[in-house]
């Protein structure tokens, strides 16, 4: 799977693979070949999760078609445009 | 009173005035006639000069909205009405329409409408006596409906995603909320997406604002759930949440939504329809963000259970082989049994093929058991890899680096192991074709 599969998927697909493992249908080559699978799951999900600035991201346009970054500091002072 | 009434005539003198002149002082004095307009500009300016803006309460009857967005309503007690208007810059801040016949006050300025002589009260405020106001009526009517339709059952409640990818967000983009969001967010789940639109948060035409962001946000591929929130404030500064808009588009979202709106005490109807509903801001970001701590502890029970579950695959192996080892020999010694010269090729090709299934399954075997090291958190040594070297400290690292007799070392974990190539090296990838074929000539 790809790098930017989403923790949920992976860890759906954890499930999946540790469920077949105490299947007794496989044999030897497939035990193996999903337990590979699992652990590179378990690295991919180990590296998101080790990921520590926060992205943030603001629609912008009228129908909100674009995407900017956005900055949400502490900077900003206290109490906003209407304070919500 | 007199005084003060001309006054008001300066921009209009009297059609016909008393003449100065001592020679006419005998004529009869022509009747003094003024203009409707004149007339109505005086008595206008008179109400409006001599009443202050006040508080008229009465039943209200007749309330239309027009399509211009002005109120038009009476007034009445049992003896005496009065005509009011309610403008739509006023009127666009009602939240509801008053029932017929319900009992209001109203804030505002008597006037006369001078194009058609009618006197009446020009409102900037309308209130109900009952407790809760317009706000409460306009909010328990709305809820009404939406019960009806179904849509704040809590069998509607969609459970939120455990491990979301991308966090929409509706709210105010310079308030305090949305820093309080953020700063959850990044501090328990930091590898999320966070996607904001900003909108309004209070005044007119804030629920439609509102309502836009969500649907604009549940439809930007990724979202798995989406935050509306708001810090605190009065209900007024909360009512767009409360806006009819707001719920439609809340119950339509194709993915789940939080709502964190005001503090604990304020309900809102975003609320009611949201497939949760926080206390604050802070509480909504907290109910889509997993903790990290949490993640983690959770990845590291999904690690134990594969090695679990590869583990008992191979236990199964080899009690597979340990059976299967035992029939061959009872199957072997009732045949000697039989015949005594069978025997031994039996017991023969008994052994040669438990050593060939031993040998097969053993390799993969040790191949189980290494990814099963892989899983453990020693460093790369300990988990048994072993990297061969020349006698001068030379990796060697292809299948071309040993040949047959060659003699190098094993660095390990705790040391060096003298080793010695044996055979001939055999590549990985052509090995299963050039076995087949090797057992093939070598008959």
Known sequence: ?84 | MTDRTLDLFTEAPPAQRVADSPSEANAPPAPRVWTVRQINRASRLLLEESLPRLWVGGEVTNFRRQRSGHCYFTLKDEAAQLRCVMFRRDAARLPADPDEGMTLRVFGGLTLYEARGVFQLIVSKLETESEGGMWKLAFDRLRARLDTEGLTDPGRKRPLPAFPGTVGIVTSPTSAALRDIVAVIARRAPWLRVVVRGTRVQGVGAGEEIAAAVSMLARVPGVDVVVVARGGGSIEDLWGFNEEAVARAVALSPVPVVSGVGHETDVTICDLVADLRAATPSAAAETVAPDRQWVAKRLDAMGQRLGRGLARQVRSRRWWLDQLGDSLFRRGRRRVQASRDRLDAARLQMAAAVRARIRRDGGRLSEAAAALDALSPLSTLARGYAVPLDRDGKLLRRTGDFPRGRDFRLRVLDGYVPCAATGRPVEAAANAAKQTTGDDRGK
């Open chain 1, 1 to 84: 799977m790809a790098n930017d599969v989403g923790l949920d998927a992976r860890l759906k697909r954890i499930e999946e693979i540790v469920a077949a493992l105490d299947s007794d249908t496989l044999d030897l080559d497939e035990a193996l070949a999903l337990f590979e699978e699992g652990v590179a799951h378990l690295g991919q999900a180990r590296e998101m999760l080790a990921r520590t600035e926060l992205r943030v991201e603001e629609l912008i346009g009228p129908e909100g078609d674009a995407v900017g970054e956005m900055r949400v500091g502490d900077d900003e002072g206290t109490g906003g445009r209407d304070d919500g």
